[in-house]
């Protein structure tokens, strides 16, 4: 069974630009979420979708955001770059349902993004 | 922050003795994973505890879970050189499902 795949895996991007990354799930996993790794902030939650429907969201603002296609693949979107969004984005996705959870997560290997 | 706590932030140990690292959170949870990272790349799971289990295992690692503490332990036995990475636990919290708020980690260095 194929895992979940990520694209690009690097990224360099001018302050102010935006920037579409994509992640493809496991076969069969209809939960998609996404994570920002800094140095300085560890790991924190984006969002979270189920069935193109965004169900959960982090402390972000505005500038991210993501959505889910019918095959349950998904994208985030970074608009308005800022140097601070440097960082590796962690997409994960996951059996968890509608009422469904003590599932495990299953990364992919990341996109490191770069914001000069 | 909703992050949870992990101790200690790096460990350093020789091939052969055990790790241990600590990981306290915030509220009621469904469950509680522990995730393993090499040099940035992506999480691996490593395993999951039931908010109702108090103990598992798998291979050489073992996690306990306090929910009235609300914190957890995972020991890694007779530690190799492979197992030096970033060590994360993750918490999913009652009624978010989906959604995992982690703790800062801690940095396991196994020296040969």
């Known amino acids: 069974k194929a895992g979940v795949t990520q694209t690009p895996r690097y990224l360099i991007k001018t302050r102010g630009q935006q920037v579409t990354l994509s992640c493809s799930p496991i076969s069969g996993h209809r939960s998609v979420s996404w994570y920002q790794q800094t140095p300085g902030q560890g790991l924190q939650f984006l969002f979270e979708?189920?069935?193109?429907?965004?169900?959960n969201k982090g402390n972000f603002p505005g500038r991210f955001s993501g959505r889910q296609f019918s095959n349950s693949r998904s994208e985030m979107n970074v608009s308005t770059l800022e140097l601070g969004d440097s960082a590796l984005y962690l997409c994960a996705s996951s059996l968890a349902g509608r009422g469904q959870v003590n599932t495990e997560a299953f990364f992919g290997q990341g996109t490191r993004l770069t914001v000069v | 922050s909703q992050q949870g706590e992990e101790d200690p932030q790096a460990l350093s140990i020789q091939e052969g003795e055990n790790a241990t690292m600590n990981c306290s959170y915030k509220t009621s949870i469904n469950n509680l994973q522990w995730y393993r990272q090499n040099s940035g790349r992506g999480l691996v799971h490593l395993i999951l505890i039931r908010s109702n289990e108090r103990e598992k295992h798998s291979g050489r690692l073992r996690v306990t879970l306090d929910t009235s503490k609300k914190s957890s332990s995972l020991l890694i036995t007779a530690s190799r050189a492979a197992d030096t990475a970033s060590y994360f636990c993750a918490t999913e919290y009652y009624n978010q499902g989906g959604k995992l708020i982690f703790g800062q980690g801690t940095e396991l260095s196994v020296k040969p």
């Open positions: 979708y189920f069935s193109e429907t965004q169900r």
